[in-house]
């Protein structure tokens, strides 16, 4: 086991001297963030090996959440063909929910104890992925990839986004959007081969989804290595519950959790209404990986231009965006219009969840403290997974179509986006700076 901090050298010249200075940005950094721990290094082999371990996790994780819309599809014809389409979609929106509401506890955790969760963490995920292809019933579906496959993820995922807050500060967002972007790749892989698998091959369910589990323990692996933290672990409380307290914090937490009321509208149902548009299956789950495709570019383009024009600004453009995307969802009728919707709209709901975990990172003051502000805020969020995904379908099975769909999530977005505009009404440099 590594210890809590690799890298920490102490810069401070004796005292307690208060040092702030302002960025471009119009972010305040403090001595702790200065002179305690000394500059972030944005780049180099080390940094930028804990990014690519990050990418790692984020491809073995949300790449395989991102990849529901292949479950959801097969189980309406498979094992859960007697179910209705809002209760198939409970299991990935329980999934959402556990990996970000878990975030209020491996932030804090490895902000107080380093990257050896990342270890565990990834043999629980492995369990859950082998014990979901033997999955026959709707409760084991549940527990397997609803509980804890969610519960391994979060375990993950939060750890890996606080490492490379962690070496980065002024290339923070471009690191975070590389970082995120394995998700993005992954969910082109993993859709693609899933779906083939399932419905070109004799292979049967449990065996393409455990040979899935076997791809990705090399990745695993290899983060497990390079996941590290910079900083020394803090020893105050375990959560920081005075972070509610200011205003900016909690309007960028009710915007994000807006956005994933609406955002996962097509990750969860393009495959299945590209088939109710004509699209052969296996095509329509292709969708899904050129969804994930364009996202790729969605989280890295607007992850350098936050570092230049403001994290929380394009948090902004993201939700604001992409609810002007889904707005139009029920308009691709044709193969070719279903293509060019699925690259706009991975593009747009590409910037959120990596917006979101910049613009979280703004109100943090201690960097020791990001873990466990990125980890509360996600937590508070993410009951909107346990709401957006089943209403979804609830209005399928009982208008028969996507309509309210679309309107009902894109309007999720655009008041989180709008909630977003507010945040920045409340700090020094208005809705007009550059935050």
Same mark, same amino acid.
């Given at each position: ?52 371990? #990050? ?9 395989? #959440? ?22 198939? #979609? ?30 565990? #963490? ?11 292809s033997l999955c026959r019933q709707y ?86 290595v390079a996941i590290t933290s910079r ?193 920045k009404a409340v700090t020094p440099q ?6």
């Open positions: 086991m590594s210890a809590p901090s690799t890298e920490w050298k102490a810069t401070s010249k004796g005292g307690n001297e208060a040092s702030a200075s302002t960025t471009e940005l119009g972010e305040h950094k403090t001595s702790a963030d200065s002179l305690d721990f000394g500059e972030a290094p944005d780049g180099g082999f080390r940094a930028w090996f804990v990014a690519m371990g #990050a990418a790692c996790i984020f491809f073995s994780c949300l790449g395989f #959440a991102n990849a529901f819309g292949v479950f959801q599809e097969y189980y309406v014809t498979h094992q859960l063909q007697d179910r209705p389409t809002g209760d198939i #979609a409970w299991i990935g929106s329980l999934s959402t929910f556990v990996q970000f509401v878990v975030g209020a506890v491996s932030g804090p955790l490895f902000d107080r104890f380093g990257a050896w969760i990342v270890r565990p #963490a990834a043999i629980l995920y492995l369990f859950s992925i082998m014990m979901t409760w084991q579906f549940m527990l397997a990839q609803g509980v804890l496959t969610g519960l391994a993820m979060g375990l993950l995922q939060f750890p890996a986004m606080v490492a490379v807050t962690q070496y980065f500060d002024k290339k923070r967002g471009a690191a975070l959007g590389v970082a995120i972007s394995g998700s993005s790749i992954g969910g082109v892989v993993i859709p693609i081969a899933l779906s083939k698998m399932l419905n070109s091959t004799s292979l049967g369910f449990g065996w393409s989804v455990r040979i899935i589990g076997f791809t990705i323990t090399p990745l695993l692996a290899l983060s497990s900083l020394p672990p803090r020893t105050t409380d375990f959560f920081i519950l005075a972070a509610f307290k200011e205003l900016r914090y909690q309007l960028i937490i009710v915007s994000l959790f807006f956005m994933f009321t609406g955002m996962f509208t097509p990750l969860f149902f393009i495959p299945t209404y590209a088939v109710t548009q004509g699209v052969h299956v296996t095509l329509a789950s292709y969708m899904l990986a050129i969804l994930n495709a364009a996202s790729t570019f969605g989280r890295i383009i607007p992850g350098v231009l936050a570092d230049k024009f403001g994290r929380i600004n394009m948090f902004a453009v993201a939700g604001l965006s992409t609810g002007v995307v889904i707005f139009c969802m029920n308009k691709a009728h044709t193969t070719a219009g279903l293509v060019v919707y699925s690259v706009v709209i991975g593009f747009s709901s590409g910037m959120i969840i990596s917006g979101a975990s910049a613009a979280l990172t703004v109100c943090v003051k201690d960097p020791r403290n990001n873990g466990t502000y990125m980890g509360m805020g996600m937590a508070m969020a993410s009951f909107a997974a346990l709401i957006g995904p089943p209403a979804n379908g609830a209005l399928v099975d009982r208008y028969g179509g996507f309509w309210e769909v679309s309107v009902f999530s894109g309007a999720m977005c655009l008041i989180g986006g709008c909630t977003t505009l507010a945040s208005g809705i007009l700076g550059r935050i």
